[in-house]
């Protein structure tokens, strides 16, 4: 989530954002995406898409590089932002939940 650069309300984002993933891990990292805004869409245009997110760190070879690059770019920390969420717990997820991984359509 994107959040301030004053360093003064850097500690109140992260709890603000902390308490958000409470929720968030719920989701399973899908969402319907309406148009694309880095093409410059201003309107919804064509059809919804569903866009899913990794689930297992061993299906995205090379992330720990490419998010240390987008770290960089936006000033945050991935390693500190997962300790801060250690104490979160993962969701039981349903077996049908990541069906696009299992029959390798990603």
Known sequence: ?????NALLQRAWETAETTEMEDVVTLYGKIYHLWQTDRGD???????????SFTEESQFEGMEAVLDERDERFGVDWKHKRGLREYIKEPEIHE?????????KV
């Open 42 to 52: 201003k309107l919804p245009l064509g059809e919804p898409k569903l866009m899913t």
């Open 96 to 104: 049908d939940a990541d069906q696009t991984w299992k029959q390798g």
């Open 1 to 5: 989530m994107p959040g301030p650069t």
